[in-house]
């Protein structure tokens, strides 16, 4: 199985991206998901957390009412929608799966930047 992030790129402080992770080789609809990212030099944190069918989700203090994480069990894909990014949002953003194993994507830069 593994996990394929999409959809990181430059935006603007105050603007808006949706990154995407694709789910294949894995019972999906089983597996919790995570965002988490990492800036440079910083350790990897948990920004963003859904529970298996969606019913549960959790999210880190600094990205509360500006990401949502969200998830389509139909197309293996899980989101996190950020709006009212900020300069101290910039990093690579990573995918994670959990269930009886685990599966970690291979991260998406998200720069956000004027």
């Known amino acids: 199985g593994k996990v394929v992030e999409s959809g990181g790129g430059l935006v603007q402080p105050g603007g808006s991206l949706r990154l995407s992770c694709a789910a294949s080789?894995?019972?999906?609809?089983?597996?919790?998901m995570k965002w988490y990212r990492q800036a440079p030099g910083k350790e990897r944190e948990l920004v963003a957390h859904i529970s298996n069918t969606g019913g549960f989700t959790n999210y880190a203090d600094s990205v509360k009412g500006r990401f949502t994480i969200s998830r389509d069990n139909a197309k293996n894909t899980v989101y996190l929608q950020m709006n009212s990014l900020k300069p101290e949002d910039t990093a690579v953003y990573y995918c994670?799966?959990?269930?009886?194993?685990?599966?970690w994507g291979q991260g998406t830069q998200v720069t956000v930047s004027s």
């Open positions: 080789g894995l019972p999906f609809y089983l597996y919790a």
């Open positions: 994670y799966a959990l269930y009886t194993r685990e599966f």
